[in-house]
Structures are given as structure tokens and as C-alpha cells.
């Protein structure tokens, strides 16, 4: 699903983000990767989201060489490859829940029938159809952040990369997202998951890997953590 190759990063004649990294993801694998603050995990999210390109090296999703897409074929790429979930949930609040979740959809032609009824499939299997007609200013963060991945869903992505998923939520909000991304995985979706939060990565993730200095210091399967 994720190959990349010798990746490279710098900003400004700095010090490398990513320093000569690669990394292979396998279809239906949830990754988690964590890390200190500055050490290259978001360079490698906006990387693979196609938002940066590096400096030197090859990032490939579902056979897509990202790191080669015009301004144009990245903004394709990502309506159709991938989902994405950030720790503030990027709803837009003039809008409901159900307007939320089908704008993927409709920003990439399917018709407003079948994007609702796409969308009311997902409200019913994050468990939050009820809200379907809410604002999200009215939902508690854990509910948001479900609306957030429900949005992520609709065009059917190969790949979920979720940023600090539970970093805007309560304890209890962030069990439940927690909860939410483990049956995802065990669903076959593909995650590529962000985080500072120890038992986030070790809940949902079948792979944990570690970022220090741009590069990986430490590559984990689940079973041997």
C-alpha cells in the first residue's frame, strides 16, 4: 500500500525533517507512528498525503508515485486514495453533520443520492446516524471526531492517515475513537496513524514504529510489544 524510498527532507537548508528513510506498509496493516515533537512524523504524513514532496526519494500509494503529481493530480489523489483525520476535526459548522460527511462525495461528482446514502451508511456503522441533522458545534469532541471519520470514509479510500487523532479529546472521548480505529482495522481498512498517545498506538495498531531525528529507530509488530 505505502512504499517509500531513500526519502529525503529538508527545509531551508536546515537539518534533514527525514533523513534517507524508507518504509513499506502492507494493504490492511494499521501503522502506528510515534515519536518526540520534531522528529519528522508529520513530514512523512504530508508526504504520503502528497501536501509536501521530498527532497530526494520516492513516496508510492496504491501504485500512485505521490511525489511526482502535478498541484492538480494531488488534489485528485487525495479525494480518491486516501481519508484523512486530524486531532481538530475540520468540520464545518454551518454546515450539519450529514452535509459534512457527503462533501468529499459531491466534490468529486457522485450524484446527491448515492452520496447520501453512502453517507447514511457510514452514520449508521460509526453509530451516530441519530445526528445526522446536528451542527457539529452542538457534539461533544469524541462525537466530532466520528463525523471526522466518516467524512474520511465516504469515497471509499485505500489508505486512512489520521494526525493525532485524540489529541483534542477527553480521556474518554479518546477510548472511544481508540475503540473506532481498532474496528476499522479489523474491518481491512488501512491506517497510517500519528501519535503522541502510547495506548492509542498500542490498541488499534498492528505496527508501531518510531521517529527520531527523521529517522526510524525502531520498527514493532504488535504481537512483540
Known amino acids: 500500500m505505502i512504499e517509500i524510498r531513500a526519502v529525503s527532507k529538508r527545509y531551508d537548508g536546515g537539518p534533514p525533517a ?28 504530508n508526504l504520503i498525503a502528497g501536501l509536501d514532496r521530498p527532497s530526494a526519494g520516492s513516496v508510492t500509494v496504491d501504485g500512485v508515485r ?8 494531488s488534489a485528485r489523489y487525495r479525494r480518491t486514495r ?9 468540520l464545518l ?21 448515492k452520496a447520501r446514502a453512502r453517507a447514511a451508511e457510514l452514520l449508521g456503522y460509526l453509530g451516530i446516524h441519530r445526528l445526522a441533522d446536528a451542527y457539529p458545534g452542538r457534539l461533544s469532541g469524541g462525537e466530532r471526531q466520528r463525523v471526522a471519520v466518516a467524512r474520511a470514509l465516504m469515497n471509499r479510500p485505500a489508505l486512512l ?7 483534542a479529546l477527553d480521556s474518554a472521548s479518546g477510548a472511544q475513537v481508540s475503540e473506532l480505529l481498532a474496528g476499522l482495522h479489523a ?22 514504529i518510531e521517529i527520531v531525528d527523521g529517522a526510524i529507530t525502531r520498527d514493532v509488530p504488535a504481537a512483540a510489544r
Open 18 to 45: 527525514l533523513a534517507d528513510l524508507s518504509l513499506t506498509v502492507r494493504a490492511g496493516e494499521a501503522l502506528a507512528v510515534v515519536g518526540p515533537s520534531g522528529s519528522g512524523k508529520s513530514t512523512l504524513l
Open 66 to 73: 505521490v511525489d511526482t503529481l502535478s498541484e492538480a493530480a
Open 82 to 90: 486516501i481519508g484523512m483525520v486530524f486531532q481538530f476535526f475540520n
Open 93 to 113: 459548522d454551518d454546515l450539519t453533520v450529514v452535509d459534512n460527511v457527503v462533501l468529499p462525495a459531491r466534490l468529486a461528482g457522485l450524484p446527491r443520492a
Open 161 to 167: 492517515l489520521a494526525d493525532e487523532p485524540t489529541g
Open 187 to 208: 474491518d481491512g481498512q488501512t491506517i497510517l496513524l500519528v501519535t503522541h498517545d502510547a495506548v492509542l498506538a498500542e490498541s488499534c495498531a498492528s505496527r508501531t
